[in-house]
């Protein structure tokens, strides 16, 4: 009897039933309005704990042996959280879900090409430049000393800096003045305090410690949505990286203007296209850079910024509403005229956790199969709409297929906005392991 106890676990546990429930995030949101869709198989049964009143199911009966498969709804009664508690035969537990019910939310899509200018906070090193002494010998005082590529020099000497001229106007002063340059670095690790002596190039008759350094970052991306009544917006979908380190870049300011596509690098296997965008009057601002995160930037919109595809806010769709099947995508890819393209929603990964691969999705719409190949660097925050709600944003291209890329869930991207409170852990409710239940039952 032991034996052929085992022998069912261990084949429950292989069986798409086990897959399903158990491939559920620990805590998900829905909307409120929404309506939360699983499918719950035998020999399994879904209820909400009895302290918990913000979601009521439906259809949730134990079910019996001959239905082998019912749909369970959970319908939201009012916000807060609530527990739903998956049990085997009714009796084991087996798989605890937080759901927490949230307000609604609309915002404007958006689709529009937006120029990029970020400031890093100091500035970074990108790179090393070997100095010719006056002894005619070449030397790198800053390598030397221990500064590597992708080093964020914070201030010399307690002075902040924020610009490469200014990191060179005060490596030279110190130097004329016999002095040594005490540099503030910031690392994944922490802060560091470096000496470092300069040393007069015979080149440029300045002195110089051998660095590379970037103070800023510019490009084209896609916005991805604005709220109408805050003027907070989110673009991109990913974070903004330094090009020579690959690092993300520390956000200490920037802006966004608006941006014309003036041309297209056509996408093909092995080599991503790109828009070709220019800034229109760059001095003219359209909104600040607060953050540069995993999912994007995000800052206020300074400027009116209407969509002529949505002059009204639309509402936004939780992860547990996106379906898979047909959606579409708004972008630029001539001039300023968003556009909208048919996409099919191949994948969804449900996620605990913030990732930003949260979606598969394949360009369907010959248009732009013609015009661009799919999808190309510059589309990074393209929203995807499904069923008339926001569900997320284009974030990246598969290298071997331009038609196909991921995208980033928008639950993500409310979060990092502060339009909806950010995922909060509840480390006090512990969840129980299928085995774990099992054997606390019956031993």
């Known amino acids: ?100 019910v949230l307000p609604p939310v609309s915002l404007i899509p958006g689709g529009h090409s937006i120029g990029v200018v970020l400031r890093s906070q100091g500035v970074i090193v990108v790179g090393n430049s070997p100095v010719l002494n006056t002894q005619g010998q070449y030397v790198t005082p800053a390598k030397d000393a221990g500064i590597v590529v992708g080093d964020v020099i914070i201030s010399i000497n307690g002075t902040p800096v924020q610009s490469d001229t200014q990191v060179a106007e005060i490596i030279d002063e110190n130097g004329r003045n016999n002095h040594n340059i005490d540099i503030l670095l910031k690392r994944t690790e922490g802060q560091q305090h470096v000496a470092v002596t300069p040393v007069l190039c015979n080149d440029t008759k300045r002195y110089r410690i051998g660095l590379f350094v970037r103070d800023s970052a510019a490009g084209v991306g896609t916005l991805s949505f604005y709220d109408p009544e805050s003027q907070v917006y989110g673009a991109l979908g990913h974070v903004i990286t330094d090009s020579d380190t690959n690092l993300p870049i520390d956000c200490e300011q920037g802006k966004i203007v608006l941006a014309t596509v003036s041309g297209i690098q056509h996408g093909k296997r092995g080599h991503p296209g790109e828009k070709i965008g220019v800034f229109i009057e760059e001095d003219q601002l359209l909104g600040n850079i607060n953050k540069n995160t995993q999912f994007g930037i995000y800052g206020e919109l300074t400027s009116k910024l209407p969509n002529e595809k949505y002059p009204q806010a639309i509402p936004v769709a939780s992860m547990s509403q996106v379906q898979v099947g047909p959606a579409e995508m708004l972008t630029v890819v001539d001039g300023q005229t968003i556009e909208q393209f048919s996409i099919e929603i191949q994948k969804i990964n449900l996620q605990e956790a913030p990732e930003s691969k949260g979606l598969v999705i394949k360009v369907t719409d010959q248009r732009l199969l013609e015009k661009t190949g799919g999808i190309v660097q510059g589309m990074s925050g393209s929203p995807i709409i499904q069923n008339g709600k926001i569900v997320g944003a284009v974030t990246h291209v598969f290298v071997h297929d331009p038609t196909s890329g991921y995208g980033c869930f928008i639950d993500w991207m409310l979060m990092e906005s502060g339009i909806i409170p950010k995922n909060q852990r509840h480390s006090a409710k512990k969840l129980f392991t299928f085995f774990g239940s099992f054997f606390m039952q019956f031993t």
Do not use: W
């Not at 699983?38 to 019996?64: A, G, M, W, Y």
């Not at 498969?69 to 084991?92: A, C, D, H, M, Y």
């Open 1 to 100: 009897m032991a034996i052929l106890i085992i022998s069912a676990l261990f084949a429950f546990c292989f069986s798409p039933q086990f897959r399903n429930i158990y491939g559920l995030p620990m805590h998900i949101r829905v909307i409120e309005g929404e309506t939360a869709l699983f499918e719950v198989n035998f020999p399994l049964s879904v209820s909400v704990k009895h302290d918990s009143d913000s979601i009521r199911i439906q259809n949730s009966d134990f079910l019996p042996i001959m239905a082998l498969s019912r749909p369970v709804f959970l319908e939201p009664v009012k916000l807060g959280q609530s527990t739903v508690e998956f049990k085997l035969f009714g009796i084991i537990p087996f798989r605890t879900v937080q759901v927490d």
